[in-house]
Nanobody
């Protein structure tokens, strides 16, 4: 499974942005999906996760209310509202096969290359 994250860029504080993640070599709807980010000088951290059906969703506590994860048959999306400089990071999507319709915060099998989001103040 190859994942491709896109949609990043240079934005102003307060803007909104939607990241997308698509797959090749497999069907995105077969997998539970997650979003992670790595800010400069920091470890990679979990941001959001969504189950295959989209009915189960988890967020890292600090992003609740501003981040919205969703999916359709071809892609998974991460919408970020009210961007601030602390959101500056490389954002990664990841895929994980789960027997049940669950979402997961860790132990993903496949990773995309990441897309850079830079927020200027």
């Amino acid at each position: 499974v190859q994942l491709q994250a896109s949609g990043g860029g240079l934005v102003q504080a307060g803007d909104s942005l939607t990241l997308s993640c698509t797959t090749s070599g497999s069907t995105v709807s077969d997998y539970a999906m997650g979003w992670f980010r790595r800010a400069p000088g920091k470890e990679r951290e979990f941001v959001a996760a969504i189950s295959r059906s989209g009915r189960r969703i988890y967020y890292e506590e600090s992003v609740k209310g501003r981040f919205d994860v969703s999916r359709d048959k071809t892609a998974v999306y991460l919408r970020i509202d009210s961007l601030n400089p602390e959101d500056t990071a490389v954002y990664y999507c990841a895929a994980k096969w789960l027997r049940w319709d669950e979402a997961s915060r860790a132990e993903y099998d496949y990773w995309g290359q990441g897309t850079q989001v830079t927020v200027s103040s």
